[in-house]
């Protein structure tokens, strides 16, 4: 099971630092341990039996996630400029973010369509409040971006690209459910585009200067975030047969 100590330390920072260390290098010793609890929380959602009510539920989650992803990038980028050439992560962080904006922009409304697919109007799942766990999510990203530093972002971002979808899973939801293939757009974009976009932000890691507090702040934002996704998974697989509002359950 996914043990909080055995990853984050005693007191809930990164753990041990790994002297010398590349932020991305120390970012994917650390994802490591929690690999098996982060893969054992998605599969559950893959499952075949209640995949048909479960379906919904994580396209909505996603949306709610996805749909911060511009927004936290175009804020982060901001900080970035005001933090001026004194700061030698802000322009390689600034160039990146700029790219990755654009690469992201409009998957929100993938997921909607997907959604529309299912017979879910869109509207009521914007206008559905967001569910704690997805809230939790995002919202510890725009804390670290404003009272500590835009690069924690980057530890967000590599543990979303990292969780992409198999290749083969859209083909096996569509065979095992009643799922529309019209529904699965976005886990077939997903499984071209993540490992590219996976690669890309962990080369900026391994670019950007080892210095400690930077290396701890990438690390403590993508362990919370691999905590938030097994919540949120977690919450989805026990959910009623009914998607709540933006997270995927009933229940905040």
Do not use: K, N
Not at 129 to 136: D, L
Not at 196 to 223: C, K
């Amino acid at each position: 099971m996914y043990r909080t100590g055995s990853v984050l330390g005693p007191a809930g920072g990164p753990g041990r630092r790994l002297v010398g260390a590349s932020a991305g290098v120390a970012l994917r010793a650390r994802l490591a341990l929690t690999d098996p609890a982060l893969r054992a929380a998605s599969a559950r959602i893959w499952r075949p039996a209640g995949l048909d009510a479960r379906f919904p539920a994580y396209l909505a989650a996603m949306h709610g996630v996805i749909r911060a992803s511009v927004p936290l990038m175009e804020r982060a980028a901001e900080r970035c400029a005001g933090l001026g050439p004194g700061d030698p992560v802000a322009g390689p962080l600034i160039r990146y973010l700029r790219q990755h904006i654009e690469e992201e922009r409009g998957h929100d409304d993938w997921l909607l369509a997907d959604l529309a697919a299912l017979g879910t109007d869109p509207a009521a799942v914007l206008a559905g409040q967001p569910s704690a766990s997805v809230a939790a999510l995002a919202g510890a990203q725009y804390y670290w971006i404003e009272h500590h530093h835009p690069v924690a972002l980057l530890g967000y971002i590599a543990v979303l690209e990292s969780c992409a979808p198999a290749p083969w899973l859209a083909e096996r939801i569509a065979a095992t459910s009643a799922v529309p293939p019209a529904a699965l757009r976005t886990l077939r974009e997903h499984a071209g585009l993540d490992g590219g976009h996976a690669r890309a932000v962990f080369d900026l890691l391994d670019e950007l200067p080892p210095a400690a507090a930077l290396v701890d702040a990438v690390a403590l934002s993508g362990l919370h975030t691999v905590r938030g996704l097994i919540d949120l998974f977690t919450r989805i697989d026990r959910a009623p047969g009914r998607p709540g509002p933006l997270g995927g359950t009933s229940t905040p």
